[in-house]
């Protein structure tokens, strides 16, 4: 999926509300979780006085709150533009004061775009948009907002722009910069009037007009700059640091007790460490104090956060994937986090740091943001307590829920896993499989029994009482590492009978114990789409990342050429839904933008139609699912949220009502309890009942 152009999505999304009437709903949508799991936090702030209280931003889910460091949480974001966080700032003078910058910077496939600058005057418990993003403005991904405590009308923001050269519509990274509050704005261009990234930016606590900040740039204009006149000229800080081009990310922690002890964690290109480094004489000089005990870490342009205790300057935390401290300023440093410890131990830290928060009320207390929430230590960091709970904000691929027990359901998520249920409670889900959490679906017929799924073709499938099997079929090492997340379609016929894809086919007939390729390579792009039609289970669908159309009219024995023809667009077909009472009726969702995005087949794809006809949102579009009980019906997700169809695509209405702002990426419609299931990637699952009775 290419990049989203924010302000187009946010433009669809409004322009659909306004043209397309709801739909009557029987009941609103309600978060089924989970709540005890969490999901990927890009930024955290605490208040100045009351270390308990404490904001975090999910890179999908909004702005949450919590009073009892953890604890508990709620969220403060619900029906803004979009809800993907990339910074956070509380002003220096008014602590009720909060900025919150949309749009991640964390520089992975799905850091997804914001709309600009939030504020609120109220401790959070409403936002205005305060300045918007745009080629004109500000950008869309924010990586720093840092207030100057000498001059609070002073505000600085890091900036990220999509890729080197940053499309006209989403603006430029880079540092902007506020003298009257965030009202106006420019950008700085003594690095370039081009693209840029600005990471970090520091203001010094007691010299006046001296701030650091963190850029990088392809190039001899990388590295840690440094003012001393309020921003009026820079200066790059060269002695003892890296030649520059070797350097990439970067971020800054001061030492509150002796601010002129900056210390600096510098990423290699490739997302190696390339150095701690810290400077004792505000800046002038530095010294590289990692050794050789950074060596293992890695994604560092992706999770680069560092800390420093408020009352003891030799006490710094660094967080990569794991976090790592040094309590003498660096002499020796010690891993103190285990992501793939047990959850509840001591030393267990979800992976991926990305916001390391020591608050000056309570010295030796740390926070950690990561991909799986939060933690807390109140040791200085040398053991942990997860504080994920009532933080619905899993990042979901996909969904199922079990056809025979609509308590049993899950999917797989972003950095967490295949999680699953099987009380229906939001408070109970647990992990089946680790990792970034792939295709999930349960047995038709056995709500114990399931397949679940991770990267590169590995697939396992889970029996009663919770017995595992490595069922991956046995491609070669090329064919799996080409794969991101494979599709598992179980046969709704025959539930013994399994289908995946890589470039091609693959078929298991006794629950995925023996496999076989049955396809030849179609068009050379990932199948992205497998369809067992309900009608007639001889008849298979296939839809790839080019966004071809294969079928099998023999269950998979010989496959047709492309029948994707000219009417569809060329791009990933996302999701392929077949006619309960009619195999040859399909439906098709497509990603990207700029094309339409549902396709009709009245003839097994020999022929395409456009259902969407410019009446649904510009946006991509994840999955449909059309009931047995009601074939008139057509449920669509995407990432405007859930629309309906009552007369096969004619006509389209909203579904949202309550539903969080954020991209949805699955359905699962429910035929004995007449329930909708909608996985959002950011703000977990949500359900609705469709069906009265």
């Known amino acids: 999926m290419r990049e989203a152009p924010i302000h187009k999505l946010v433009a669809e999304r409004m322009r659909v509300e306004r043209s397309l009437a709801p739909v009557p709903q029987l009941t609103p949508w309600e978060c089924v979780g989970p709540t005890n799991i969490g999901g990927r936090l ?34 403060l974001w619900h029906n803004e533009r979009v809800l993907n966080v990339g910074a956070l700032a509380i002003h220096p003078a008014d602590p009720n004061i909060l900025f919150c910058g949309t749009g991640e910077a964390n520089l992975s496939a799905d850091s997804y775009a914001g709309v600009g600058l939030y504020w609120s005057k109220n401790g959070g418990r409403t936002w205005t948009l305060h300045a918007p993003a745009g080629p004109d403005s500000l950008p869309t991904r924010f990586g720093a907002i840092a207030i100057d405590p000498h001059q609070v009308d002073h505000i ?24 009257d509050g965030g009202r106006s704005w420019s950008r700085e261009t003594f690095i370039s009037a081009k693209n840029y990234w600005c990471h970090a930016i520091v203001f010094h606590p007691t010299r006046a007009g001296t701030i650091f900040a963190a850029f990088s740039a392809q190039g001899m204009k990388n590295g840690i700059y440094r003012s001393i006149d309020g921003g009026t000229s820079w200066s790059q800080l060269r002695k003892g640091l890296p030649s520059p081009e070797k350097c990439d990310r970067a971020a800054l922690a001061l030492a509150p007790s002796e601010p002129d002890m900056i210390y600096a964690q510098i990423a290699t290109a490739d997302g190696a460490m390339r150095g701690i480094f810290r400077s004792d004489n505000n800046g002038e000089s530095w010294r590289d104090i990692a050794g050789t005990h950074f060596a293992n870490e890695e994604q560092m342009t992706y999770n680069n956060t560092i800390a420093v205790h408020p009352t003891d300057p030799d006490h710094v935390i660094c967080g990569g994937v794991e976090v790592h401290l040094s309590t003498n300023g660096g002499k020796r440093w010690k891993k103190v986090s285990k992501w793939d410890a047990e959850r509840g131990k001591s030393n267990y830290v979800h992976s991926d740091q990305h916001s390391l928060v020591m608050p000056v009320a309570a010295p030796g207390r740390v926070y950690a943001a990561n991909d799986g929430g939060l933690d807390v230590s109140y040791d200085g960091g040398f053991t942990w307590q997860n504080r994920s709970d009532g933080l619905a904000a899993t ?3 996909d969904c199922d829920v079990a056809p025979s027990n609509a308590r049993f359901f899950g999917g797989g998520a972003q950095d967490n896993g295949t999680n699953i249920t099987t009380t229906g409670r939001s408070d109970d889900h647990y992990e089946i499989l680790g990792g970034d959490g792939g295709w999930m679906a349960f047995n038709p017929k056995r709500s114990d029994h399931l397949y679940a799924s991770y990267y590169n073709m590995n697939i396992c499938r889970f029996g009663h009482g919770g017995r595992w099997k490595d069922v991956s ?6 064919e799996k590492e080409s794969m991101w997340m494979v599709y598992i379609e179980i046969d709704p016929h025959r539930p013994a009978t399994v289908f995946t894809g890589s470039q091609r086919v693959w078929h298991s007939r ?15 792009s990932p199948i992205t789409a497998i369809e067992v039609a309900r009608a007639d289970g001889r008849r298979l669908y296939v839809g790839t990342q080019n966004g071809g159309f294969f079928r099998s009219l023999d269950g998979g024995a010989t496959w047709s050429g492309n029948l994707a023809g000219p009417e569809l667009p060329g791009v990933l077909i996302t999701r392929i839904q077949s006619h309960p009472r009619n195999a040859e009726q399909i439906f098709l969702t497509m990603a990207n933008f700029g094309n339409r995005h549902v396709f009709r087949s009245d003839d097994g794809g020999m022929t395409w139609h456009d259902s969407d006809r410019g009446h649904l949102p510009d946006v991509p579009h994840h999955a449909v699912v059309i009931p047995a009980d009601d074939p008139q019906t057509i449920f669509l997700g995407n990432d405007a949220g859930v629309f309906a169809s009552h007369d096969l695509g004619k006509t389209w209405r909203s579904m949202n009502g309550n539903l969080p702002n954020t991209m949805v990426v699955d359905l699962v419609y429910h035929e004995n309890e007449g329930t909708l299931t909608a996985a959002t990637y950011g703000r977990s699952l949500w359900r609705i009942k469709i069906r009265g009775d």
């Open 42 to 75: 890009t930024t955290l702030i605490c208040h100045p006085t009351q270390p308990d209280r404490i904001w975090a931003g999910a890179a999908g889910g909004g702005v949450w709150q919590s009073d009892d460091a953890g604890q508990s949480w709620a969220p």
């Open 156 to 179: 600085r923001i890091g900036g990220i722009g999509y890729g080197r050269v940053a499309p006209d519509e989403a603006g430029l990274g880079g540092m902007y910069v506020s003298l």
């Open 473 to 478: 079929p046995k491609a070669d090492k090329k």
């Open 510 to 524: 006794d629950n995925g114990n023996h496999w076989r390729a049955v396809s030849g390579f179609l068009d050379g």
């Open 395 to 397: 990042m979901f691929y």
